[in-house]
T-cell receptor, first 109, second 114 residues
């Protein structure tokens, strides 16, 4: 089993839709969690960290479920500019980032 | 700050040739990472340095790959000899600390080995 797994894409949604991605991780000792965004032919960039109590940043909401070992990302009122690949990242103490394979999102006009 | 700088941005070479990729991290960042990204395998960590010292190179695919960090502002990833299966985008990233700080990525080097 891979350390970090994500929903297979692509997700094709209309503008204004709400879309959710899930990510599961295998290491129960994992401590830090992030969502990165990668535009086509560009480098990954941090979208948001994921905190135990869940957190929101504008239209984006991240949730963590330690018991079930998954994190989620919810995008509300999706925009054309949200089209990208979303990478789930998990780290453990003393270990480095493990990136998931990514989920591709296309927001259609 | 200009961010993480990588060169060259594109490299096309023939099988068997030596390839050297270069990276300048963000000033003040203690950690430097080299990643490889392909469609098949996604983003893979190859090696990372802390204060110029290699900490974990378990992701380096084989002896043909080597990385150095002679000082805090420069690192190289070398492939010798190169093979077609090395074709990928190679990213360098830097961060202030290890596992709980944002990693800042460079624009990547797109390597094609013919």
């Amino acid at each position: 089993r891979k350390e970090v797994e994500q929903d297979p894409g692509p997700f094709n949604v209309p503008e204004g839709a709400t879309v959710a991605f899930n990510c599961t991780y295998s290491n129960s000792a994992s401590q830090s969690f992030f969502w990165y965004r990668q535009d086509c032919r560009k480098e990954p960039k941090l979208l948001m960290s994921v905190y135990s109590s869940g957190n929101e940043d504008g239209r984006f909401t991240a949730q963590l479920n330690r018991a079930s070992q998954y994190i989620s990302l919810l995008i509300r009122d999706s925009k054309l500019s949200d089209s990208a690949t979303y990478l789930c990242v998990v780290t453990s103490y003393g270990q480095n980032f493990v990136f998931g394979p990514g989920t591709r999102l296309s927001v259609l006009p | 700050d200009a961010g993480v700088i990588q060169s060259p941005r594109h490299e096309v070479t023939e099988m068997g040739q030596e390839v050297t990729l270069r990276c300048k991290p963000i000033s003040g960042h203690d950690y430097l990472f080299w990643y490889r990204q392909t469609m098949m395998r996604g983003l893979e960590l190859l090696i990372y340095f802390n204060n110029n010292v290699p900490i974990d190179d378990s992701g380096m695919p084989e002896d043909r790959f080597s990385a150095k960090m002679p000082n805090a502002s420069f690192s190289t990833l070398k492939i010798q000899p190169s093979e077609p299966r090395d074709s990928a985008v190679y990213f360098c990233a830097s961060s202030l600390s290890a596992s709980n700080n944002e990693q800042f990525f460079g624009p990547g080097t797109r390597l094609t080995v013919l």
